[in-house]
């Protein structure tokens, strides 16, 4: 019998199979044919009202006086060409693929959920809400887009592959460790028990007595403070022997600085950002162990382990804003599992796991990798709470020296998702092949080429091939940039880092976009024609560009060799900085009497203005884009502390963003970060802001 028809309606059964037949039927051909007739399918995402997918030769919406740029080969961003499948625009599910699910909805197939009283609702059909009840939005979630809104346009293109300018001619100290702090002062150092640098001590005449050479007057600088606005610097004091030493900033932006060698070995020192005339504070024999090519990583609370180092197969946690504290040791037996052992004789060391890569997980732990090994341990007890394969291929820490980030969290989605690339490196036999104190023969075996990725938030996850470098590279450095995109520069084509290990330098950056199709993720930059191999230094600087410093393979300052220390100072522009995209470039407003300011102090999850400028005229919300990276502390071709945050947008106008910062210091960890606002690819200059 058929139910809810009446009986004056009711049908004979064979009336009531043809018609449903006949429905059946009607909406099987419907369905079929609907994009072949002109009907738009849509589709309703999470976050959108009115999510579409564009056809085949639809044109993007180009604003007035804002020209789309057509890059080679004349693919106009926004416009599928026909034949192609249509590009996917954010909150719309592709045809074939399975839609998220939207709250309050049962998705086809699955048990419909029950209301109290028994009355069962059909799946598909919306949860019933009262008028006027507001949605329930968790904190972080992105604003929902207007009916209306045009989907997000590609990136500009651009063939400008960047451009080098010597910033300074001759600094006078080689750049051995590097921090960019807050107020816009890059700090290096170098090795104090060495001999001379090319540069006196300031003020002159001022001559300590230096412990590290036997208390004899040493009237040289071995550390700076370089302007990265100006390109001035001064010369500033350190006594202790900081040489392969690792560091951080403390949450209120001072440098530390943790270990090195001789006298340094277990040192801890610091140096204050708010008084520009400041010299290194330090106090030795404060760590629990000897900190030699160690790594650091700042956790949520500000604080941070050093973990590893020369015969230390442990790890330990140093407080911020503390020089003396109880020290205390974790043994970690996976750095001894992980070091290739020394060989008998003097100086015959090989390890292959020094200067381990560190990365602080979403979750509060941390993710180690040594070698060709990776685990992540718990930092408060050493726990190790998960193991990975081996990463087949060759070595990838000190000496051997591959390059690694964590690619950036993007925070516009309620799970977060953390991945690790690796690339680069040497052979497990290179060191020994080249190192004078293991061969009479020796052999600079090329770099590796390979690159590999893991997501760590993904417990059934495995290494990932990558795309191979367009050429090997070891000793290099693979830096953020404010748009997302990852630069590999600086390192060598063969040998492994030591004195004079290595040959055939890399002059060639790489820009990394990790989101593009496979074979489409490198694209070479402009090469420099100055050797940057070992002891070699680079980082990003609020304007956008890449300062690039220091190289010296030698134990000595050697101004007249193959590679000689270099002194000269450069900085790269990279593609975003091409002149043709000036007009495109968004500007934060930090002050204006009668504008939205920009908010310098942030607080975990809470929302925030950008005081905003941009020179396109009205922008679509969908085309903007909010990063914050923290400045790392680099030596020997790793990135200590590097992150990269993409914050949701809430709501844009011609003057501001609202945005949210980020939910807490495990995805941020407290202290400074340069905030950039990027325009279809194109960032703003970056505005210094705290967070805690």
Partial sequence: ????????????????????????????SVTNAGPHHGIIQRRHGKGHHHGYIIPPGTPGEVTPGNPTVVPPGGEIPGVVPPGEVPHEIPGVVPPGEVPHEIPGVVPPGEVPHEIPGGTVVPPGTPAEVPPGTPAEVP????????????PAENDLETDFKGSWAIDNPNVGVAAMQ????????????????????????????????????????????????????????????????????????????????????????????MLSVSDLNANFVEKKNVLADNRWYSSNQVLEDGSAVVVGGRNSFSYEIVPPNKLEFPAKKFNLKFLQETTVPKKPGPGMYIENNLYPFLFLVPDGNVFLFANDRA????????????????????????????????????????????????????????YQAVDSKHTKTRVFVPALRDCNRLVLTDHSSKWEKEQDM?????????????????????????????????????????????????????????????????????????????????????????????????????????????????????????????????????????????????????????????????PPFTTHGFSMNQRLVVLPVKAVTDESITTVAPPSGKIAPPGYYMLFVNFRGVPSKGYWVHVD
């Fill in 139 to 150: 904190p972080g979630t992105p604003a929902e887009i207007p009916p209306g809104t045009p």
């Fill in 1 to 28: 019998m058929i139910t809810n028809v009446s009986q004056k309606m009711a049908l004979p059964p064979s009336a009531a199979i043809r018609r449903t037949v006949l429905c059946l039927f009607l909406a099987f």
């Fill in 375 to 430: 685990i992540i341990f718990h930092p408060s007890t050493g726990t190790v709470v998960r193991e990975f394969p081996k990463l087949p291929g060759g070595a990838r820490n000190y000496p051997p020296s591959g390059m690694a980030a964590l690619l950036p969290l993007t925070l516009t989605s309620k799970d977060i998702h953390a991945e690790v690339v690796i690339c680069g490196g040497n052979t497990q036999e290179s």
């Fill in 178 to 269: 590097f921090q960019l702090m807050p107020n816009n002062k890059a700090v290096w150092f170098d090795t104090t028990s060495l001999g001379p640098s090319a540069r006196e001590l300031g003020p002159p005449g001022n001559c300590p007595l230096s412990p590290e050479m036997n208390f004899k007057p040493d009237c040289w600088a071995h550390a700076i403070a370089y302007d990265v606005e100006t390109g001035e610097s001064r010369t500033v004091y350190m006594d202790g022997e900081p040489w392969c030493s690792s560091g951080h900033l403390w949450p209120n932006g001072d440098l530390v600085a943790t270990g090195g060698t001789r006298g340094g070995y277990k040192s801890v020192r």
């Fill in 470 to 630: 367009p050429s090997g590279r070891c000793m290099g450095d693979l830096l953020h940039l404010p748009t997302g995109d990852l630069l590999m520069i600086n390192g060598a084509q063969k040998g492994v880092a030591g004195w004079e290990n290595a040959i055939d330098p890399n002059f060639t950056p790489v820009l990394y976009t990790p989101n593009k199709p496979m074979g489409q993720r490198f694209k070479e930059m402009v090469p420099t024609n100055i050797a940057r191999m070992y002891h070699s230094v680079s980082a990003l600087i609020p304007d956008g560009k890449i300062l690039v410093a220091g190289s010296n393979p030698h134990a000595k300052y050697l101004l007249k060799a193959e590679y000689p220390t270099e002194l000269r100072v450069e900085k790269f522009s990279p593609h975003y900085l091409d002149p043709a995209l000036a007009k495109h470039r968004p500007e934060i407003l930090p002050e204006m009497a009668d504008k939205v300011t920009t908010d310098k102090v942030l607080k975990y999850g809470q929302e925030f203005k950008v005081g905003v400028k941009f020179n396109s005229g009205q922008v679509n919300p969908q085309n903007v884009k909010v990063t914050m990276v923290y």
